[in-house]
């Protein structure tokens, strides 16, 4: 079955550099798309990129030079990066696969909270 | 950007009412507008794509309608269940973009 599952650190310091890895079963990620979505405590859903499945990439631009995503077909696996990350980065952030058709987000990992500590 | 404009922020209902919320985005979207219910500590979960078309397993109290730049979501009969936040998002654009969500809660 379809599942996407995010790894990565509970804390993060003050201007230091963000790395989560969302694995994916049940589905290509040649054939699917991979987005990344945050979201900080209380508040709305904020989408910050994705990863096509022909390896290109799209960025909101809010997030102007700081955030990378990539991927390893051979593993199932996206990686966001992001760096000089500020308080207002604390949020749970999660991965959600998408068709290439225009379609919405079908499938959701379950998230990992990240809190920026000063 | 398209902006989505959701209301209301909150809403309080007694079990089997029926409530409504509506999005608004900034330019046509052509239909291409999601709903999803998210419950704390959960991932949201897709309940309605293009407008009214309702996921396999999303029961049939869930509706969605609209045209153009106005989109809205309605419950019919609130079940316990149904107690959540909701989202709006359109996907016919980058960057994808939310509404800023609604908190159904009991009246």
């Known amino acids: 079955q379809v599942q996407l599952k995010e790894t990565g650190p509970d804390l993060v310091q003050l201007t230091q550099t963000l790395s989560i890895t969302c694995t994916v079963s049940?589905?290509?990620?040649?054939?699917?798309?991979v987005h990344w979505v945050r979201q900080p405590p209380g508040k709305g859903l904020e989408w910050m990129g994705a990863?096509?499945?022909?390896?290109?990439?799209d960025y909101n631009s809010a997030f102007k030079s700081r955030l990378s995503i990539s991927r390893d077909t051979s593993k199932s696996q996206v990686f966001l990066k992001m760096n000089s990350l500020q308080t207002d980065d604390t949020a749970k952030y999660f991965c959600?696969?998408?068709?290439?058709?225009?379609?919405?987000?079908?499938?959701w990992g379950q998230g990992v909270m990240v809190t920026v500590s000063s | 950007d398209i902006q989505m404009t959701q209301s209301p922020p909150s809403l309080s209902a007694s079990l089997g009412d029926k409530v409504t919320i509506t999005c608004q985005a900034s330019?046509?979207?052509?239909?291409?507008i999601a709903w999803y219910q998210q419950k704390p500590g959960k991932a949201p979960r897709l309940l309605i794509r293009?407008?009214?078309t309702l996921e396999s397993g999303t029961p049939s109290r869930f509706s969605g309608s609209g045209s153009g730049r106005d989109y809205s979501f309605s419950i019919s009969n609130v079940e316990s269940e149904d107690i959540a936040s909701y989202y709006c998002?359109?996907?016919?654009?980058?960057?994808?973009?939310f509404g800023g969500g609604t908190k159904l809660e009991l009246k």
């Open positions: 959600a696969r998408h068709s290439a058709a225009i379609s919405p987000f079908d499938y």
């Open positions: 049940g589905f290509s990620l040649t054939t699917y798309n």
């Open positions: 990863m096509w499945n022909g390896g290109g990439t």
């Open positions: 330019q046509n979207i052509n239909k291409y």
């Open positions: 293009y407008t009214s």
């Open positions: 998002l359109q996907y016919v654009n980058l960057p994808r973009t």
